[in-house]
C-alpha cells in the first residue's frame, strides 16, 4: 500500500541544514515505496497565528497549508534549534493547521493517529537535541504516532558536501533509514 507522507524542514533558509538532512530522509521515504511531498514554505507565507485575525477572515495561505497536512498519512519534520526550542516557523504552522479553518464539521484533526518522525541539525555541539524532544512532545499532544528513533546532526556546517549529502555514510544511512522507518510504520498502521 503506496503511503504518502509530508516533508517539513523547520527552516525555509535558502542553505539549510535542516533541508538537507530532510532531503536524505525523504530519499529513505521515497525508496521504502511511500510518496512524499516535501513543503515548500514560500507558497505557505503564514501571519503569526491570532483569532481575532482568523474572525477577520482565514489568510489563504492557512487551507492550503492544512490540505497539505490533511492529504498526508505521516510526517517527516528536520528542525534546527532557536533558543533552546524549535522555531516559530513550525510552531505557526502546526498551529494554524489545527484550527477548523472552514472545514466542515467532523472533518476531525490532521494530527491524530498520523505518524511522525524529527530530526534534527544545528551547527552547535548538541544538534538539535532540545529542539527535537520538545516538538515530539508537542506532536504526540496533538495526537501523532511519533517514533522513537531519531537523528540529531551537530557541526553541520560539516557535516554536508556541496551538493547538499551528508558526507558521513553512517549518518547518511541513519537518515535514509529514519524516511524508511516511517514509510514502514505508516504502511503497517494502514492496513
Ligand atoms: C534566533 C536563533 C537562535 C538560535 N539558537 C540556537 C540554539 O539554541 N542552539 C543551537 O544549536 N543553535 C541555535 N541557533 C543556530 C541555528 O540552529 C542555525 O542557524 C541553524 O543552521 C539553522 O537551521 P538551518 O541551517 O536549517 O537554517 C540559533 C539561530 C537563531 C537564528
Given at each position: 500500500?503506496?503511503?504518502?507522507?509530508?516533508?517539513?524542514?523547520?527552516?525555509?533558509?535558502?542553505?539549510?541544514?535542516?533541508?538537507?538532512?530532510?532531503?536524505?530522509m525523504?530519499?529513505?521515504?521515497?525508496?521504502?515505496?511511500?510518496?512524499?511531498?516535501?513543503?515548500?514554505?514560500?507558497v505557505?507565507?503564514?501571519?503569526?497565528?491570532?483569532?481575532?485575525?482568523?474572525?477577520?477572515?482565514?489568510?489563504?495561505?492557512?487551507?492550503?497549508?492544512?490540505?497539505?497536512?490533511?492529504?498526508?498519512?505521516?510526517?517527516?519534520?528536520?528542525?534546527?534549534?532557536n533558543?533552546?526550542?524549535?522555531?516559530?516557523?513550525?510552531?505557526?504552522?502546526?498551529?494554524?493547521?489545527?484550527?477548523?479553518?472552514?472545514?466542515?464539521?467532523?472533518?476531525?484533526?490532521?494530527?491524530?493517529?498520523?505518524?511522525?518522525?524529527?530530526?534534527?541539525?544545528?551547527?552547535?555541539?548538541?544538534?538539535?537535541?532540545?529542539?527535537?524532544?520538545?516538538?515530539?512532545?508537542?506532536?504526540?499532544?496533538?495526537?501523532?504516532?511519533v517514533l522513537?528513533?531519531?537523528?540529531?546532526?551537530?557541526?553541520?556546517?560539516?557535516?554536508?558536501?556541496?551538493?547538499?549529502?551528508?558526507?558521513?555514510?553512517?549518518?547518511?544511512?541513519?537518515?535514509?533509514?529514519?524516511?524508511?522507518a516511517?514509510?514502514r510504520?505508516?504502511?503497517?498502521?494502514?492496513?
Amino acid at each position: 500500500m503506496t503511503v504518502h507522507l509530508l516533508a517539513i524542514s523547520g527552516s525555509a533558509r535558502r542553505d539549510s541544514y535542516n533541508r538537507k538532512l530532510l532531503a536524505a530522509m525523504v530519499e529513505g521515504a521515497r525508496a521504502a515505496g511511500a510518496s512524499v511531498e516535501v513543503l515548500d514554505w514560500s507558497v505557505h507565507p503564514l501571519p503569526i497565528m491570532d483569532e481575532d485575525l482568523e474572525a477577520a477572515g482565514i489568510p489563504e495561505a492557512a487551507p492550503r497549508l492544512k490540505a497539505a497536512f490533511r492529504a498526508a498519512d505521516g510526517y517527516l519534520i528536520a528542525t534546527p534549534e532557536n533558543n533552546g526550542g524549535y522555531p516559530a516557523l513550525l510552531k505557526n504552522a502546526l498551529d494554524w493547521a489545527s484550527r477548523g479553518l472552514g472545514d466542515p464539521p467532523g472533518a476531525g484533526s490532521v494530527y491524530k493517529n498520523k505518524t511522525a518522525v524529527v530530526a534534527g541539525a544545528t551547527p552547535g555541539r548538541w544538534g538539535a537535541v532540545r529542539s527535537i524532544r520538545q516538538l515530539r512532545e508537542v506532536l504526540g499532544y496533538l495526537g501523532c504516532i511519533v517514533l522513537p528513533d531519531t537523528v540529531s546532526v551537530n557541526d553541520a556546517g560539516k557535516a554536508f558536501d556541496a551538493e547538499g549529502g551528508l558526507i558521513d555514510a553512517k549518518t547518511r544511512v541513519l537518515a535514509q533509514g529514519l524516511g524508511a522507518a516511517l514509510a514502514r510504520a505508516t504502511q503497517a498502521l494502514k492496513q
